[in-house]
């Protein structure tokens, strides 16, 4: 028998608490929670050796005995060999042709389970391989669970997002160790409400399985195609709750039994680091929130933040994008008001985000944006749209408040250049990728940052109105088109034309805070240009002072040194 022997390879993730940041942070919109029933999920994936790029595998035909080499995640050494199904389709980035979207944060749990089995199938590797062989969510989970259980499953707690046209889930899951395998739950979320999670396992208690009525169910391969009826929103493995019985984890009874306090207790960190990017999403969107601003600063005692909320307004694909910009403004944690901000209010801490001062310990805080972003996106699918059509991966890369979300289609068969694979890395600068002009930019931003972020914004909505607005008129015209070929033809015109107007416009703007901003100054601008005068001389940039509490610390520090005399 004929064995093919093919290579996925993935991007690299590195995952923990405080030390080195946890990672990634995800928001999930059902079509009742949106303006125009668009499901929606975001994904930033954080880490500091991640590098930005968009992944695209065409969809295929496979031979009867054709095999697919994984190469685990995080050392890219071979982990598994398993079987391709007869087709596999066609993704992009997290999202195939289908809409079948996907993304996910880490949690890690217990000790015991953090690294699974240390065989099998790792959390990267599921997601793109559950998208080549998905077209739905319930489809997805299905997927899921007969790879793990097949091949084992070589992690340990890790939260999805699973969207396609009509429904978003939220599935979370970790390994066994002793065993092959996996133990999780998945939960959909009602129409009209928005989930998130950001490194912490968030499904508590579930619905159990209660006779034909019931909402839950425990999947195995007897009722597997139980995951199809659709009165069902929760589906687990059938030994969710006797695994963690049977390793001393839990002694309860199945109905008070909670998935995240069982896998993944609750710590300080787990708080202030993760569950509070959640608060800071639903906080925005969402009346009542301030009650839960205790349990998002640490406090185990304090009530609880929900698994979903119903958001106060439908939200737009520029709503979800601006969820993932905060820094906690508005919040005890605003990371632009305290001291760590400098004089100009830079809302971000270099590393590391735990400190110690006189034997007590402190902490950064760590918001959705933050600079170590590798690439984010917001993924949208479309109902009442063609596939190929109704699939959008608005992408971007590097901090998610200075990016730029540029519309990749998901019938597209060219990746943009700025975003290719192979083109740069963390280590090999390229002139044409995306990722080190973001970075270029974002990066001088630091210096002097409440003046030059204004910049940015401006140019970063400009663009982003734009594609919206372009977007929404062609696909009202191009959901008439019955040639697919002319169809897709004109999907990547449109994704490449609007990339390429997004590194132009950014190039510009690189250019123009350099001079701008150079020395600490600040040069007049009108219309997009440096103000000069008559005989062509640049007018006296202006030199705004420090705030007066700056100037109060340099006293209070070296005062005597430079007091006038």
């Known amino acids: 028998m004929k064995r093919i022997l093919l290579v996925l390879t993935i991007f690299t993730f590195q995952f923990s608490i405080f030390n080195s940041a946890s990672a990634c942070t995800n928001l999930i919109v059902s079509k009742g929670a949106s303006t125009d029933g668009s499901t929606f999920i975001t994904y930033a994936a954080d880490s500091h050796t991640r590098y930005g790029q968009l992944r695209y595998c065409p969809a295929a035909d496979h ?14 050494k071979f982990q598994i060999e398993i079987a391709q199904p007869a087709h596999t389709y066609q993704v992009v980035g997290f999202i195939n042709e289908h809409q079948l979207a996907m993304g996910e944060t880490t949690w890690g749990g217990r000790e015991e389970l ?7 199938i790792d959390y990267g590797n599921l997601i793109y391989v559950t998208l080549q062989r998905a077209k739905n969510c319930r489809e997805a989970i299905k997927v899921m669970h007969e790879l793990v259980s097949t091949y084992g499953y070589s992690d340990g707690g890790e939260s999805f997002s699973i969207a396609d046209p009509d429904e978003v889930w939220i599935f979370e899951i970790i390994g066994k160790t002793s065993e092959k395998g996996a133990v999780w739950v998945a939960r959909r979320v009602p129409d009209g409400y928005i989930c998130g999670h950001a490194n912490q396992a968030r499904i508590t208690t579930f619905p159990w399985e209660k006779g034909n009525k019931s909402t839950g169910i425990s999947i195995s391969s007897k009722n597997i195609k139980r995951i199809f009826d659709k009165e069902i929103e929760c589906v687990y493995s059938e030994d969710v709750a006797s695994f963690a019985r049977k390793r001393g984890f839990y002694n309860g009874t199945d109905a008070n039994f909670s998935f995240a306090d069982t896998y993944n207790p609750l710590t300080f960190s787990g708080l202030r680091a993760c569950e509070a990017r959640v608060y800071a999403m639903f906080n925005r969107c969402a009346d009542g929130m301030k009650k839960y601003e205790a349990f998002a600063m640490g406090d185990k005692t304090a009530e609880r933040l929900p698994l979903w909320v119903k958001p106060n307004r439908k939200l ?5 994008m601006a ?11 605003d990371m632009t008001q305290d001291v760590g901000a400098g004089p100009f209010h830079c809302p971000y801490r270099w590393r590391p985000m735990d400190f110690e001062v006189d034997g007590q ?7 959705i944006s933050t600079q170590q972003t590798g690439f984010s996106f917001v993924a949208q699918c479309r109902k009442w749209l063609p596939n190929k059509l109704g699939g959008i991966i608005w992408f971007g890369v590097d901090d998610t408040y200075s990016t730029c979300y540029c519309p990749i289609y998901c019938g597209v068969t060219q990746v943009p250049v700025c975003f290719e694979e192979g083109n740069g890395s963390m280590s090999r600068y390229s002139e044409t990728a995306a990722f080190w002009l973001f970075n270029r930019v974002s990066n001088f931003c630091y210096l002097r940052y409440d003046a030059m972020i204004q910049d940015v914004v401006k140019v970063q909505q400009e663009l982003e109105t734009d594609f919206v607005r372009d977007e929404a008129t062609h696909a009202k015209r191009w959901a008439q088109e019955d040639n697919e070929r002319r169809l897709v033809g004109e999907l990547n015109r449109f994704s490449n034309d609007r990339a390429e107007r997004m590194m132009r416009r950014w190039k510009e703007l ?22 000069t005068t008559e005989t062509g001389v640049v007018r006296f940039p202006k030199q705004p002072p420090y705030p007066e509490w700056f100037y109060r610390q340099i006293v209070n520090d070296k005062g005597e ?4 005399k």
């Open 63 to 76: 031979e009867p005995g054709e095999m697919l080499k994984l190469y685990n995640y995080g050392s890219l």
């Open 114 to 120: 953090a690294h699974g089995s240390g065989e099998g």
């Open 316 to 320: 737009t694909v520029q709503d979800c």
């Open 323 to 333: 969820l993932m910009r905060d820094h906690f403004e508005g919040t005890p944690m």
């Open 361 to 367: 310990k402190y902490v950064h805080e760590r918001a």
């Open 510 to 531: 690189d250019q123009m805070l350099l001079m701008k901003y150079i020395d600490g100054n600040i040069k007049h601008e009108k219309d997009g240009k440096i103000e």
């Open 561 to 564: 040194v430079l007091r006038e």
